[in-house]
């Protein structure tokens, strides 16, 4: 019997549920906390701000069009304690940009939902306090399982480093799955019951002004169920490529809506070049 890829994901993530267990949760505590570590550590003089500048070829490819996608952890994907850490890097340059007209348009939630559609279905700023932000997204996944749908409540800390650099730490604070998404018996379970596609969400954001445009870099993080070990040399593969072009299409619309000038369309935006430079 022949079972496409696609179905055999079906298969797998369908027939039981899963409920997120403690030592999966710390796991992934400590795995963001080095995250978090590696990112302060980039604020030294002596280590490059940015990825991209640790090598001179993946500079110049970007400048020319380019989108740069590399895997963090093991081969992007780590294993813990009854989950799966999916972790990728990905960087682009949006030339003829400023800095100010980038962040006008990763900060603006309310229009996700344009953005980065079809993902995206729904998006909504919660608030803007400065350099700490709240809001919420429901994505919908048809990549691996069919129409799964997760609403989800996130808040993003912002860091001006000076006029020409910045970065931003966003993390989930709750993911809720939402069960028969788009039919009648749609219902929300609890955060942590499900499938397990996913658990939690962490990114790292950094952009730099400069070479006529701006950098854009983004870590994202991931947790969710694991595979089982009879099924990983089919799904695991999978699950790569699908988490590497769902970055690679993340960078290319958040440039495709800088160039448009989408970060003009809201008059009430706030100014974010005048921010004080430091949060704390």
Request: glycine share 6%; proline share 4%.
């Amino acid at each position: 019997m022949n079972i496409r890829p696609g179905v055999l994901l079906l298969i797998v993530f369908t027939m039981q549920g899963t409920e997120l267990q403690q030592d999966t949760v710390k796991a992934w505590q400590e795995y963001i906390g080095s995250a978090n570590v590696r990112m302060q550590a980039r604020l030294r003089p002596e280590i490059p701000f940015l990825k991209v500048d640790e090598d001179q070829h993946w500079i110049s490819n970007i400048q020319t069009g380019e989108i740069l996608i590399s895997h963090g952890g093991s081969q992007g994907l780590t294993r813990v304690p009854s989950g799966l850490i999916h972790d990728w890097f990905g960087a682009v340059f949006i030339p003829q940009t400023t800095l100010n007209n980038v962040l006008s348009v990763v900060r603006d939630y309310n229009r996700y939902k344009q953005f980065y559609q079809p993902t995206v279905v729904d998006s909504k700023t919660i608030s803007i306090d400065g350099f700490k932000d709240r809001f919420s997204m429901v994505l919908v996944d048809k990549s691996l399982v069919g129409e799964t749908a997760f609403a989800g409540d996130y808040r993003c800390l912002n860091v001006r480093v000076n006029d020409r650099r910045w970065y931003s730490v966003s993390e989930s604070t709750r993911i809720r799955e939402i069960q028969s998404y788009g039919t009648s018996n749609e219902h929300m379970l609890q955060d942590g019951e499900g499938t397990g596609l996913l658990w939690r969400v962490f990114s790292i954001a950094r952009f730099e002004e400069r070479d006529g445009g701006v950098f854009v870099e983004f870590e994202v993080i991931a947790l969710s169920r694991d595979v089982p070990a009879s099924l990983r040399w089919v799904v695991e593969p999978i699950v790569r490529r699908v988490s590497r072009n769902s970055l690679i299409t993340s960078l290319r619309q958040t440039e495709d809506a800088v160039r448009a000038g989408r970060w003009l369309a809201d008059p009430d935006r706030l100014s974010i070049a005048i921010l004080p430079s430091r949060p704390f």
